[in-house]
């Protein structure tokens, strides 16, 4: 067949992958100029490194089978990383259980029950039927109040805002159940997979084009070729079509009315920071900031994983948040914010100035985060489409999971196996 995909992230290269390998005649059109969607890298000091902070976990099977699939299994090393909670004014160690269980804010027997919940979620197997529960409701329940006070809200509400109570405790048992204490980087990026992917695609035959973003998919005649059309005017036709962009670009592609399941689901976008700086910010990897105040959720000092040394001496560190795109630090100008940032960077480190920072990059992503509510579940739009050649295969379909590279993977290759085999 003549197959078209769209967009060249982790779900449509690793399709594309294992098309050309079945045959086809495979082209990837990519809106960006840019692989691996919101894998996507940028260039530091001459290294690649991914715009959004990326790790993987032991558990994440699909992505790893896919590393040694192309040959990058020696590249890949797991890391014992830290991580800390920001509280009221103090910074706390949350890397191991040992550091739970001493977790100053709450008393010995808040954090055996935190502990205890952890666990819990870790050894229930079908954290779906979670779903219709709300998870500030649950972690009050079995954590207790305190514990959620000071650890789940803070984190729930600087992620999904004014929708924290609404969120499904489905969604964070799948944020606890798969997590590893250990953390998986590939030794110069997670940009390889998607170069060998794309090498993989040239080398059978497939192309992708870039600059190609989504206008319109139609299928005029059922049993016809399905047409594509992007916004620099191009017009294609394909035997079969496979959508991996967001689910709300979809619809606004084939004209989905209101009602239709395909409008119903909403997301926030993502700002994130790399700073490049002279030394670093924070003592951890990972900074969880259980401050709703402060206008971001997470630090993430990359280079407290891998070592300055392959970023040119440079300190790595990412500032990222989940905001509706209307929200002020989405529309400002980044150089602005960045300043706006300074205070409460400042507050995690009180030494810290903007002289530090050599460089730096800012990305965004409109559709980055998917708002898990109960009803969530019953709006994931099935892969068969209205139109018989095209199938969906977005990120809104990995329920619980919302996002990931892994299951990004384990999509392709379902999809591939159920609709193009």
């Known amino acids: 067949m003549n197959i078209g995909i769209i967009g060249a992230g982790a779900t449509g290269l690793t399709a594309a992958h294992d098309l050309v390998r079945d045959g086809h005649d495979v082209t990837v059109l990519e809106g960006a100029d840019e692989l691996g969607g919101l894998a996507g890298s940028l260039t530091v000091q001459g290294t690649p490194l991914e715009r959004y902070y990326h790790h993987i976990f032991e558990t994440d099977r699909a992505f790893i089978e ?32 040992v550091d739970m269980l001493r977790f100053p804010p709450l008393t010995l027997w808040d954090r055996v029950r935190f502990g205890a919940s952890s666990a819990a979620l870790k050894a229930i197997r079908q954290g779906e039927r979670l779903n219709d529960q709300r998870a500030l409701e649950w972690v009050r329940r079995w954590a207790g109040r305190r514990a959620a006070d000071v650890i789940w809200e803070p984190l729930l509400a600087g992620k999904f805002g004014t929708r924290a109570p609404e969120i499904s405790m489905a969604w964070l048992w799948a944020r606890v159940h798969f997590r590893t204490f250990k953390l998986g980087y590939l030794d110069g990026g997670f940009d390889q997979v998607y170069t060998a992917l794309l090498r993989s695609v040239e080398d059978g035959g497939g192309k992708v084009e870039f600059g190609k973003r989504l206008s319109s998919i139609t299928q005029p005649d059922p049993k016809g070729p399905v047409e594509v059309r992007t ?26 009315p209101s009602d239709d399941v395909l409008r ?60 509706p795109r209307d929200d002020w630090r989405f529309t400002t100008d980044p150089a602005e914010l960045l300043e706006q940032y ?10 810290f100035d ?57 999509l392709a290759r379902k999809v591939v196996q159920q609709y193009f085999r």
């Open 231 to 256: 916004e620099d005017g191009s017009r294609y036709e394909y035997d079969k079509v496979l959508v991996t962009v967001p689910q709300p670009a979809f619809a606004q592609a084939t004209g989905a």
């Open 264 to 323: 119903r689901n909403e997301y926030l976008g993502a700002t994130c920071f790399v700073l490049e700086c002279d030394r670093s910010v924070i003592p951890y990897y990972w900074l969880n900031v259980n401050d709703p105040s402060f206008p971001f959720l997470a630090v993430v000092e990359h280079t407290n994983m891998i070592p300055p040394a392959e970023y040119g001496g440079r300190h790595i560190v990412y500032v990222g948040n989940y905001v």
């Open 342 to 351: 300074v205070p409460w960077l400042r507050r995690l480190n009180p030494d």
């Open 354 to 410: 903007l002289s530090w920072v050599k460089d730096w990059h800012f990305s965004r992503a409109p559709f980055a985060q998917p708002v898990v509510t109960p009803d969530y579940r019953a709006s994931i739009p099935p892969h068969e489409t209205s139109m018989p050649g095209v199938v969906l295969a977005t990120m809104s379909q990995i329920y619980p999971q919302d996002r990931g590279q892994s299951y990004s993977v384990a």
């Open 66 to 97: 896919l590393i040694d699939e192309l040959g990058l299994s020696p590249e890949l090393r797991f890391h014992s990383t830290t991580t800390g909670i920001f509280h009221e004014g103090a910074l706390h160690d949350f890397s191991t259980p």
